[in-house]
């Protein structure tokens, strides 16, 4: 009798103690951040002319380049976005500060007939650049005319 009334004690507490409660699912990755239907996950290329310059963003550096030497190299942060603009901010190895902003705004070059779905401000140092952008697939992928998309 007092091995059934022990059985019946432990059997008691057990439905009295709290059940593990199961492990919560794993967090669902972060979505790609996307701008103008941009992929910024993505290698990006901001350009401009008059003068001409570039700066691609590989996703580890961020590189100013125009025909005359020396360019830029910076590494790339992640980019500061809010609601239609994204903003990278870094020193390059010289120390100047080189800023790439891109703005959610249809864009167009001025030289063809491309029209690129963001609209691109640079600085490097005190000189200010503005320019269009794209993915760097959708710039080398697309005509001289109509829209730079993927």
């Known amino acids: 009798m007092r091995r059934l009334f022990a059985a019946l004690s432990v059997l008691a507490l057990a439905a ?3 059940a593990e409660a199961p492990a919560p699912p794993p967090a669902a990755p972060e979505p790609a951040p996307v701008l103008g239907g941009v992929d910024l996950a993505k290698p990006v290329r ?3 002319t008059e003068p001409f310059w570039s700066v691609e963003l ?3 550096e961020m590189v100013y380049t125009t025909p005359e030497p020396p360019g830029q190299r910076a590494r790339q ?4 976005i809010r609601g239609t ?5 870094a020193e390059t190895v010289d120390g100047t500060t080189l800023k790439v902003t ?4 249809e864009c167009s070059d001025g030289m063809s007939d491309r029209t690129y779905p963001l609209t691109a401000m640079v600085t ?3 000189r200010a650049l503005t320019g269009c952008a794209a993915s760097t697939a959708a710039i080398t992928s697309t ?4 829209p730079v998309v993927e």
Not at 85 to 89: G, P
Not at 102 to 105: E, V
Not at 143 to 146: A, I, L, N
């Open 16 to 18: 009295c103690s709290p």
């Open 46 to 48: 901001a350009l401009g």
């Open 58 to 60: 590989t996703g580890t």
């Open 77 to 80: 942060p992640d980019p500061l």
């Open 85 to 89: 603009t994204a903003i990278w901010e």
């Open 102 to 105: 891109l703005i959610a705004t």
């Open 124 to 126: 490097v140092g005190d």
């Open 143 to 146: 005509g001289e005319s109509g």
